[in-house]
């Protein structure tokens, strides 16, 4: 059982910045992958951003030079810095481990970008 901490999300306006964490425990080994998708409604989920053990980040083509991911191996948490938001950035972000061929998601946090 793996366990997921996602404080972070909420309402911002258009230009502005949030920052998310996600901090993974319980019965996780050999951790691939951390990251963030998202799912706004109506509309299939998302990669926003991973981190690979080869150091390896793969943004989304939509948030490149916007947000930026972060990792501490060493606590098993992953956190997404989101700069200039925009109203497209709306949605559910949900944290994501894949450890030992599979794959865990978070309950997700809303983030809302609106005037």
């Known amino acids: 059982q793996v366990q997921f901490v996602e404080p972070g999300g909420g309402l911002v306006q258009p230009g502005g910045s949030l920052r998310l964490s996600c901090a993974a425990s319980?019965?996780?080994?050999?951790?691939?992958?951390m990251g963030w998708y998202r799912q706004a409604p109506e509309k299939q989920r998302e990669l926003v951003a991973t981190?690979?053990?080869?150091?390896?980040?793969n943004y989304a083509d939509s948030v490149k030079g916007r947000f930026t991911l972060s990792r501490d191996n060493a606590k098993n948490t992953v956190d997404l810095q989101m700069n200039s938001l925009k109203p497209e950035d709306t949605a559910v972000y949900y944290c994501?481990?894949?450890?030992?061929?599979?794959?865990?998601w978070g309950q997700g946090t809303q983030v809302t970008v609106s005037s």
């Open positions: 994501n481990v894949v450890a030992g061929g599979k794959g865990y």
């Open positions: 981190l690979t053990n080869g150091l390896r980040i």
């Open positions: 319980g019965n996780i080994f050999r951790i691939y992958s």
